[in-house]
C-alpha cells in the first residue's frame, strides 16, 4: 500500500500545472498508473498533467530537489511495463502535450508533442498527400514520445525500419532538468556524438521527450495484400526469399491456424479462403502498375508449383486488404482474453525456422497440453509467442509455471545472437534477463550513460536496469 503524497509536494506541483492538472483519487492513479502489461499493481502516488516545455521542465527539477521518481506516461500501450508506476512514484502524463506545432513541407518534417497519437501524425501526413509508415495495432492510442522512448517497430519495418529512423530532431529534457535541442530536423549533421539517438528506446530513463521532429515519405500507390497459406514454417521463409527477389515489399508477416481460427471466431473475420494451412504468410506491396501484379501473380504461381503454397488470396480493393490486415492486426487484442504468456523476440531472418524449431521444442515439451499461437513480423527476424492460459488454471499459477521455461528461452536467443525484446523494450519485465542480449560491458557502459543525463535516478528508475 503507497502512501499518499504529501500535502506540500502536492502544493508544489499544483503550482507548476494547476490544481486541476494534478490528480490523485483511486480512479486516475489506477489508469495513468499502467500499461497493458498485467505484471504489476499500478500504485503512484500522483498523475500530473503539464503542457509546456516549461512545466515538465520545473517537474524534474523538482523531483531532483525532493528525489522524487518520475514515470512517463504515453499512450500506456507498452508490453513490458515501463510506463507502470507500482512504487509511489509521480506519473508525468503529456496527454495536454498533443499538438501539431508545424508543418515544414520543404523539409517533409513535422514538429509536435509528444502527446501527439500515432493515428493523428498518419492522418496529418495523408492529409499533406504524405505518409507516415511507422503502424502498428495500438496506432490509435499510442503517443509519438512513447513510440521515440520504445523505439517502436510494427508491420512495415521490412521496409521503413523503426522509429529511430524517422526521428529527425528531439527536444528533451534530461534527468538533470536540462533542455537539450537535438539535430533540429537536419539530415546531415556531422557534429560529433549524435545524443537524440540516446534518447530514443531510452523509455524515458535518460530524460524526457517534449518535441520531436517526424519526417514524413512518399504515399504509397496502390498497396496490395496477398495472404498464403503454406504447409509448415520452412515455407513462410521460401516464399518470403521468392518474393523479395522481385518486388519491394512493404510488410512480410506469418500467423499460425490457431490465430486465424481465434480472430475469425472472435472479430468475425472472414478466413481467407476455405483450405485450411498450418501457417500464413501476409504480405504487402506496392502495385504501381499491372506488370507488378503479374509479376506477384507469377511468383504465386511458382511457389504453388514448389509445393511451398497451398493456397492464396490477392486482394482486390481497399476494403478487401483492411480486411486481410485483420487477420493479423486483430491477434493481439483477440488473445488477450486468454491472458496470455508473451515473448517479443527477435534473431537475424538466416536463423528464424531453426531458431523457432527450438522454442516449440522447448514449450512443446514443458506444457504439452499449452495452446500456442505464434505470429510475427518475420520479414526482419522478429516473432511473437504466445501461451495461451486454460480456462480452468489461476492467473498466477499460470504466469509462474511459464516463467519455468524463461531461462531455456532466453539462452535459446542468446545461443542465436538474437534479443529478448525484439520492439516492446525492457521496463520491469525483460529486465531480469537483459544480460542474455547485452554484456556486462555494454550494461557498466549504459548505467555510466544514465548517471550522466539522470545523477539523482529521478527518470523511470528501476526500469532497464537497476542502479
Not at 3 to 20: C, E, K, N, T
Not at 42 to 60: L, M
Request: with cysteine; net charge negative.
Amino acid at each position: 500500500m503507497v502512501m499518499p503524497i504529501a500535502p506540500d509536494i502536492l502544493a508544489r506541483l499544483q503550482a507548476i500545472v494547476g490544481d486541476s492538472h494534478v490528480k490523485t483519487d483511486a480512479d486516475s492513479l489506477k489508469h495513468w498508473g499502467c500499461d497493458w502489461t498485467k505484471v504489476r499493481v499500478p500504485a503512484p502516488s500522483a498523475i500530473v498533467f503539464p503542457s509546456t516545455v516549461a512545466e515538465v521542465q520545473a517537474i524534474v527539477r523538482l523531483a531532483n530537489e525532493l528525489k522524487l521518481a518520475l514515470v512517463p506516461s504515453g499512450g500506456r500501450t507498452g508490453l513490458s511495463a515501463a510506463a507502470v508506476a507500482a512504487e509511489g512514484e509521480v506519473v508525468v502524463s503529456f496527454d495536454r502535450m498533443n499538438r501539431i506545432i508545424e508543418f515544414i513541407p520543404e523539409d517533409r518534417l513535422v514538429r509536435l508533442q509528444p502527446g501527439v497519437v500515432t493515428a493523428q501524425l498518419q492522418a496529418f501526413a495523408e492529409e499533406q498527400g504524405l505518409y507516415y509508415p511507422i503502424d502498428f495495432a495500438s496506432a490509435g492510442s499510442s503517443q509519438l514520445g512513447g513510440n521515440i522512448g520504445t523505439n517502436a517497430g510494427g508491420i512495415k519495418v521490412i521496409k521503413y525500419g523503426m522509429t529511430r529512423n524517422w526521428v529527425l530532431g528531439l527536444k528533451v529534457v534530461t534527468g538533470k532538468g536540462d533542455v537539450l535541442d537535438l539535430n533540429k530536423g537536419m539530415v546531415k549533421n556531422a557534429t560529433g556524438y549524435d545524443l537524440r539517438q540516446l534518447f530514443i528506446g531510452a523509455e524515458g530513463t535518460l530524460g524526457f521527450v517534449v518535441e520531436a521532429m517526424m519526417k514524413l515519405d512518399r504515399a504509397p500507390r496502390d498497396l496490395r495484400v496477398m495472404v498464403l497459406g503454406t504447409p509448415d514454417f520452412a515455407a513462410v521463409m521460401k516464399v518470403l526469399a521468392a518474393f523479395q527477389t522481385q518486388l519491394d515489399l512493404t510488410a512480410f508477416e506469418f500467423f499460425s491456424e490457431l490465430s486465424v481460427q481465434l480472430v475469425t471466431k472472435h472479430q468475425g473475420v472472414p478466413r481467407p479462403f476455405e483450405a485450411a494451412a498450418p501457417f500464413y504468410a501476409l504480405l504487402e506491396f506496392e502495385a504501381s502498375s499491372e506488370k507488378v501484379v503479374d509479376e506477384a501473380m507469377a511468383l504465386f504461381e511458382s511457389c504453388v508449383e514448389q509445393g511451398w503454397v497451398v493456397d492464396g488470396v490477392m486482394s482486390q480493393n481497399q476494403t478487401q486488404a483492411k480486411s486481410l490486415w485483420r487477420l493479423r492486426e486483430g491477434i493481439s487484442e483477440t488473445i488477450s482474453h486468454y491472458t496470455p504468456y508473451k515473448n517479443d523476440l527477435s534473431v537475424l531472418i538466416k536463423h528464424v525456422p531453426a531458431f523457432i524449431a527450438d522454442i516449440d521444442g522447448i514449450v512443446a515439451d514443458q506444457y504439452p497440453d499449452f495452446r500456442v499461437v505464434w505470429f510475427g513480423h518475420i520479414g526482419d527476424g522478429n516473432v511473437h509467442l504466445n501461451i495461451l492460459k486454460p480456462d480452468d488454471m489461476a492467473k498466477d499459477d499460470f504466469f509462474a509455471k511459464c516463467a519455468t521455461v524463461n531461462t531455456q528461452i532466453f539462452e535459446t536467443v542468446a545461443r542465436y545472437d538474437g534479443s529478448v525484446s525484439a520492439e516492446h523494450g525492457v521496463g520491469l519485465t525483460k529486465k531480469p534477463y537483459l544480460g542474455y542480449s547485452r554484456s556486462p560491458e555494454e550494461l557498466a557502459y549504459m548505467k555510466a550513460v544514465k548517471l550522466v543525463f539522470d545523477p539523482n535516478n529521478v527518470m523511470n528508475p528501476g526500469k532497464v536496469f537497476d542502479l
